[in-house]
């Protein structure tokens, strides 16, 4: 007869496959705090570039803010991260966004 925890033909001498069932206790849970994923690549950019520039605008005027991202994006046909690098770099220059 083979070990009792190991795998093989039956003890009758069959062909028909068989496995012993083995009794596992549990020792305790190991509890993992949930993970925010991290962005990579553009997407770390591009929040890293909106959390610059959500630092610098005004807090009441975000909006006004990011209608400037998109029109410099439009007007000079820029990638999302060039119009909010050009936006960051007005702000910082003194503009002061209008009401929308």
């Known amino acids: ?18 496995v012993l069932a083995v ?6 849970t ?3 705090p949930p993970r925010r994923p991290q962005p990579i ?18 807090p009441d005027s975000w909006d006004a803010v990011m209608d400037e991202v998109h029109a410099v994006q439009a007007k000079q046909h820029v990638s999302l991260l ?5 936006v960051y770099a007005r702000l910082a220059a003194g503009w002061t966004p ?3």
Do not use: D, F, W
């Not at 007869?1 to 068989?18: E, F, K």
């Not at 009794?23 to 305790?28: A, D, F, H």
């Open 1 to 18: 007869m083979p070990p009792p925890n190991a795998c093989g033909s039956s003890p009758q001498g069959g062909s028909r496959p068989y």
């Open 23 to 28: 009794e596992i206790e549990s020792v305790g």
């Open 30 to 32: 190991a509890t993992v």
């Open 41 to 58: 690549g553009i997407t770390a950019e591009l929040a890293e570039a909106r959390k610059q520039l959500r630092s610098l605008a005004p």
């Open 82 to 86: 060039a119009a909010l690098h050009t």
């Open 98 to 100: 209008g009401a929308r």
